[in-house]
């Protein structure tokens, strides 16, 4: 049986079906307790405890071996994702875990418990290279993880929908870190070991409800795609060509991304070196950053919120797409020229305004131009690579950038990148 071909006298099961009728609430806050784990897990470490962890044991270098840890994480993030997400469109109810037997929730189940393993060896690392090693093994968890659960809007919430899904499900990108960094900074008082123990228990016990208390459309053995490792390989590749939306969709995503990882990923040490914002302010570094961060996440979680209410609305996407990147592209902006506390809170208000309604929407117009719904998890594997690639591929070029220019050229950079995906979303046909 091929990816095209199904015996015409089995009917379509319900896993491969277009979803008609509308998600309630209990649905809705089991994915978003599920992503409020994995977010926290994944996002505080890279933006508090593994920056404070690598100063710890390398302080001359902490730059450098920041831009490589995040980086190699992120190349194991996009190697993970898109494998994960194929072997859980493939997996059929002929087996069951804990009397789980439909498509996703045992992949989500087995993730978060293997990322939470790592995490725990994590934190007893003494060394850059065993904080790599297994910083690397927890992002491939962790991505795993996130394959399974993103399948899940397309694969139950309709069309009509899905702006407004989206958007309650991606708040917790932004409240993850900012519970996380509370956690960490004022509960925990930046422990690496404690702040990862937390990290660690959370990203399990919330994926808890969602796995054993919501339904998971089972798979027919006879609708499952045979396996092969050829076709596991062609998990990486779609055809621009063939779909040309799914590519510009992909494309904007990259950017939108890479304009993020640039942005942020230096923010502590921004704060410290460059505002100097203990000897000015007479507020510690990490504490200023818990405050961009609370800030930042309020604008998030409103944006999110009402920007995908009013999507599904409207019926719109790529207007407010537009607008979101440009927020983001402004606050980078404002912070290549102004490099003080008070624009650092400007921007937080600006670039959490903008985020949040480009999280909701940006999500939504991209289950739209899917090409099939017998590989959403494994096609979502690759809007992935757009979105924990440029990790990587930002921290390569956010480095070179804060030591040859200092931080206004990572600043600049950063709104140039934001401002080619607020253009490049119109290319994009099938979407309004």
């Known amino acids: 049986m091929t990816d095209q071909s199904v015996d015409s006298e089995i009917a379509a099961p319900a896993a491969l079906a277009e979803p008609s009728v509308h998600v309630k609430a209990g649905w809705i806050t089991g994915l978003s307790l599920a992503s409020l784990g994995m977010w926290m897990a994944s996002l505080t470490p890279i933006q508090v405890v593994l920056p404070i962890q690598l100063q710890n044991i390398d302080s001359k270098h902490k730059i450098q071996a920041l831009a490589i840890v995040s980086g190699v994480g992120a190349i194991a993030s996009v190697l993970a994702t898109p494998v994960a997400g194929a072997l859980s469109d493939r997996t059929t109810y002929a087996y069951s875990f804990l009397g789980l037997n439909g498509r996703r929730h045992r992949w989500t189940l087995i993730m978060a418990l293997l990322a939470a393993i790592s995490m725990l060896l994590l934190a007893h690392q003494r060394t850059v290279a065993g904080v790599a090693i297994f910083w690397v093994l927890f992002s491939a968890f962790q991505n795993g993880e996130y394959a399974s659960l993103s399948a899940a809007v397309p694969d139950h919430v309709p069309v009509r929908q899905r702006a407004t899904v989206a958007g309650w499900v991606g708040m917790p990108q932004a409240l993850g870190l900012v519970v996380g960094t509370i956690l960490v900074v004022l509960v925990l008082g930046s422990s690496v070991i404690s702040g990862y123990y937390v990290m660690a228990a959370l990203v399990f016990m919330l994926v808890i409800p969602f796995v054993f208390w919501t339904p998971d459309h089972p798979l027919d053995p006879r609708h499952a795609a045979a396996f092969s490792w050829r076709k596991l390989a062609q998990a990486f590749w779609i055809s621009p060509r063939q779909y040309p939306d799914f590519a510009w969709a992909w494309l904007t995503r990259f950017l939108a991304s890479l304009a993020i990882a640039m942005g942020t990923l230096y923010l502590l040490y921004f704060l410290r070196d460059q505002v100097k914002l203990s000897r000015y302010q007479h507020i510690p570094a990490a504490t200023g950053l818990l405050i961009l961060i609370v800030i930042y996440t309020v604008c998030v979680v409103l944006t999110a919120i009402l920007g995908g209410i009013y999507s599904d609305r409207i019926g719109k996407r790529k207007m407010i797409v537009t607008v979101s990147g440009g927020l983001m ?45 017998a590989n959403r998890a494994k096609d979502l594997g690759i809007i992935n690579i757009a979105i924990v690639g440029p990790a990587a591929i930002g921290a390569a070029i956010a480095g070179p950038l804060v030591t040859l220019g200092g931080y206004p050229t990572l600043f600049a950079g950063t709104a140039i990148v934001a401002a080619l995906a607020s253009v490049f979303v119109w290319r994009i046909k099938s979407v309004r």
Request: charged share 5%.
């Open 329 to 373: 592209g402004l606050a980078a902006l404002l912070l290549t020229f102004v490099e003080t506390w008070d624009s650092a809170l400007v921007a937080a208000v600006l670039f959490g305004m903008g985020f949040g309604a480009y999280l909701a929407v940006d999500q939504a117009l991209i289950t739209q131009v899917l090409p099939a719904a």
